[in-house]
């Protein structure tokens, strides 16, 4: 279920192991339930958050013609940093 923590908003991803190792997010799951395939993964990189409180691994994403930044953490929770 999706949380709010200061500028994070926790989110339920699915996403797989290709076989090579590397982790790929497909799908978010938003605070209403709603469900966004992730359309294409622009960038991954180790990161931190631009508005505090976290660092991990950025996946800069395009969902619905919209960049976003989802990020996971090494405590293996998925989030996006609020507005």
């Known amino acids: ?3 709010r923590i200061g500028c994070k908003i926790y989110v339920d991803v ?3 192991f290709t076989a090579d190792g590397r982790l790929r ?3 978010l799951v938003w605070e209403d339930g709603r ?3 992730i359309d294409k993964i622009k960038k991954i990189e180790r990161n931190s958050t631009r ?3 976290g660092a991990g691994i950025l996946y ?3 969902i619905c013609g919209k960049q976003v930044r989802l990020f ?3 405590n ?3 989030f996006l940093e609020a507005d």
């Open 1 to 3: 279920m999706p949380e």
């Open 14 to 16: 699915g996403a797989e």
């Open 25 to 27: 997010p497909r799908y």
């Open 35 to 37: 469900k966004y395939a």
């Open 51 to 53: 508005k505090g409180g």
């Open 60 to 62: 800069l994403c395009m």
């Open 72 to 74: 996971y953490e090494e």
């Open 76 to 78: 293996n929770r998925w």
